[in-house]
């Protein structure tokens, strides 16, 4: 009884044998393999989403500045097409606005404003005076001298919005 006793208890403090050691390397060398494979494409998701959100970032600052500014002037003149028509803004990498005159070295996005004629009509009705569609083209780019019209469409990302002028 004490040496079966004794064989029990040898084998239980023994610890593992080659081949559970070997298959348990292997099974913890498989999942970091593979953890480590999905990081490349995390990065890269992680890089479009935080573009994503600095080039909404950058529409929401152009259009809240759009819809805030005078509309026309007191005969009537359409002011919106004519101030913002083709305006360009450039951004650094944290969305802050950089002067557009002399940008300097900063530049990591450059947005393009396009105003179209009061296009913007309500079911059954003539276009809407107190409604505008304004489109803004946001482009990741180094360069002030980047074309809206000569790059691929997918360098930059095309953001479609209507405003609405409250009051006169």
Do not use: H
């Amino acid at each position: 009884m004490k040496s079966n006793l004794n064989r029990l208890k040898s084998r239980l403090l023994r610890g593992f044998s080659l081949p559970e050691a070997t298959i348990s390397i292997g099974i913890a060398a498989l999942g970091l393999t593979s953890a480590i494979g999905f990081l490349p494409q995390s990065m890269q998701t992680l890089k479009k989403a935080g573009d994503m959100a600095t080039e909404t970032r950058i529409t929401e600052q152009i259009i809240s500045s759009i819809s805030s500014s005078e509309w026309v002037d007191n005969t009537g003149k359409d002011l919106l097409t004519d101030e913002y028509q083709g305006k360009r803004y450039y951004f650094d990498d944290l969305a802050v606005e950089l002067d557009s005159k002399n940008p300097g070295d900063w530049i990591s996005y450059v947005a393009e404003v396009e105003v179209p004629q009061a296009d913007v009509s309500l079911p059954a009705s003539d276009p809407d005076p107190y409604l505008r569609r304004v489109v803004v083209k946001v482009g990741s780019a180094t360069s002030r001298n980047f074309s809206f019209v000569a790059a691929p469409k997918s360098t930059y990302r095309t953001y479609a919005s209507v405003v609405s002028r409250s009051g006169k």
